[in-house]
């Protein structure tokens, strides 16, 4: 069978495995649907199918699945209890960082009758990278899951604990649940502040134990913010508090933080005044960790920061510039005639933006309110690269003439950005 032929069959195989589960979830009256904002996940699943006027508050309970057909040889009886599949590592790091309950089903076509397997991401992120999936680095990875004889009910009872226990908020679960599955308090200090400082200070170092998800981590940080509300608020001035959050102990020992957050005292009447003094994170919506369908950690009010020096910023903000010209020239210059780059070039070039990205960017600093508009193009222009880098390797199920297309637009930003330092530091300059 050539490629051409080979990969209309695959997509054939693809479409009755996923035409299968669907007929099987409607038939058990799940509402299931396509989902329309494909970037792997092919049918999005609601327990309650239309939410009525009077349930707005409750919100609808929403998975997503990703269906993985093969097409078996016909037999009488089909006894396997366990089916692999080989997943991009990349595609699983994806739904990891999707704020719903994400699940790979395997559908194996027995003649015509589905014979179907299961599991949540979350699980297979525990069983395969326990220690978080930036630990491994190969690109594929082989997954095992089980065989499921009720998928509707499977997924009745996955998503129902999802949203129960861990999605958006931890005020209904007990203490002793929390400090088992989902985080532990380590220590907490309060250091000695000037009184002319105005505002008080706690310091709390915790340990994450819950899945390695977004909605998991916020309402973590939730949780925490609701305690300090509740036990620490309402003093002569307003609480100021910073979290470091630690993975594990040995993280907590070598000072190794996934994240450092902050949170000022949201109902105190003194915080407004605070939070303009010191210029509260960038992103000035961020009065509290509310989820506000933020979909990664990455989206993180930062901690509060000193304003950088004017001139110190400047020539930071220069020196960054250069580099990513020099970056997106070499992807000008190294474009063969199909829009690639070679592999070597490639892998090059991105490990010079990832370099870039987690040290000189990321001390940059914050400006002072005339240079705002500076340090947010610099993180516009490396995210533009980055959507670059995406489009040059392509990715699985995306047609070249639409790889292409969207690789060219990514381009003209790009180039859009290409030299305007200059020009955009005088203006501000010359203010």
Not at 55 to 68: A, E, M
Not at 71 to 86: C, I, L, P, Q, S
Not at 196 to 215: C, D, M, N, T
């Amino acid at each position: 069978m050539n490629d051409k032929n080979g990969g209309k069959q695959s997509q054939l195989i693809g479409e009755r495995a996923e035409t299968k589960v669907r007929n099987v979830l409607l038939d058990a009256g799940l509402f299931c649907s396509k989902y329309e904002h494909d970037r792997g996940e092919d049918l999005l699943v609601e327990l309650e199918g239309y939410i009525g006027q009077s349930d707005v508050g409750s919100g609808p309970r929403i998975g997503l699945l990703q269906i993985k057909g093969h097409e078996a040889e016909a037999a009488h009886t089909f006894r396997e209890n366990v089916a692999k599949r080989r997943l991009e590592l990349d595609h699983l790091r994806r739904w990891a960082a999707i704020p719903l309950p994400v699940f790979v089903v395997a559908v194996e076509l027995v003649g015509n009758t589905p014979v179907l397997f299961a599991s949540s991401v979350d699980k297979l992120v525990g069983e395969i990278a326990p220690d978080g999936l930036a630990a491994l680095e190969q690109q594929k990875i082989t997954i095992s899951l089980p065989r499921i004889d009720d998928l509707p009910s499977f997924l009745r009872g996955e998503i129902a604990e999802f949203y129960s226990l861990h999605a958006f908020q931890l005020s209904d679960v007990s203490e002793n649940v929390i400090a088992r599955n989902h985080y532990e308090i380590i220590s907490t200090k309060n250091p000695f502040v000037l009184p002319q400082a105005k505002v008080w200070q706690k310091h709390i170092r915790v340990l994450w134990k819950g899945s390695w998800r977004p909605a998991h981590f916020w309402a973590t940080l939730n949780h925490i913010a609701d305690h300090l509300q509740e036990n620490d608020g309402g003093r002569g001035v307003p609480l100021l508090a910073t979290v470091h959050v630690y993975r594990s102990l040995k993280d907590d020992r070598d000072n190794n933080a996934i994240a450092h957050a902050s949170w000022l005292e949201d109902m105190h009447p003194a915080a407004d005044h605070l939070r303009e003094r010191i210029n509260w994170p960038k992103a000035v919506h961020w009065a509290r960790f509310r989820f506000h369908g933020k979909s990664a950690i990455e989206e993180l009010p930062e901690s509060v920061s000193i304003e950088e020096d004017d001139d110190a910023f400047i020539a930071k903000a220069e020196s960054i510039w250069e580099k990513l010209d020099s970056i997106c020239l070499d992807i000008m210059n190294s474009l063969t005639t199909d829009l690639r780059l070679p592999d070597k070039k490639l892998k090059q070039l991105e490990r010079s933006l990832h370099k870039l990205d987690d040290t000189f960017i990321e001390k940059l600093g914050r400006p002072s309110p005339q240079f705002t508009v500076l340090d947010r193009m610099i993180n516009q222009y490396c995210f533009v690269l980055s959507g670059v880098f995406t489009w040059l390797k392509g990715k699985e199920d995306v047609p070249e003439v639409r790889r292409k297309r969207w690789l060219n637009q990514d381009l003209e930003l790009a180039q859009g950005f290409y030299r305007a330092y200059y020009p955009l530091a005088k203006l501000l300059l010359d203010r």
